[in-house]
């Protein structure tokens, strides 16, 4: 059975770094394309960054580039995003999808692309 788990959220204070993981059950992730998505209060789900299964092409939200990175561990796996000098506008739940192996990374930005999602990991960004 498919299941996405994302993991290494928590309370972060403005300014501070997190690194999000996103490992899988019953799939390679190797073999997807694989986004991360985030969900304020009161807002609607939103893309951050995706990474091509192809060639590995990277995609990012222009509110975050130059301060998240995706990337992958093949050896075990997982699908990193690493966030550097986090704001009070990055508190959001964070989740993780796949999405086709064919994927181009056209419309990345858009949940529609992406089949399977985790259950999500809580960012709270407070002083």
């Known amino acids: 059975q498919l299941q996405l788990v994302e993991s290494g959220g928590g309370l972060v204070q403005p300014g501070g770094s997190l690194r999000l993981s996103c490992t899988a059950s019953?799939?390679?992730?190797?073999?997807?394309?694989i986004a991360w998505f985030r969900q304020a209060p009161g807002k609607d789900r939103e893309g951050v960054s995706c990474?091509?299964?192809?060639?590995?092409?990277?995609y990012y939200a222009d509110s975050v580039k130059g301060r998240f990175t995706i990337s992958r561990d093949n050896a075990k796996d997982t699908v990193h995003l690493q966030m550097n000098n986090l704001n009070l506008g990055n508190t959001a739940v964070y989740y993780c999808a796949t999405g086709p192996d064919t994927f181009s990374g056209k419309g990345w930005w858009s949940p529609y692309n992406f089949a399977a999602w985790g259950q999500g990991t809580r960012i709270p960004v407070s002083s």
């Open positions: 990474i091509t299964n192809r060639n590995g092409q990277t």
């Open positions: 019953g799939i390679s992730l190797d073999n997807y394309a």
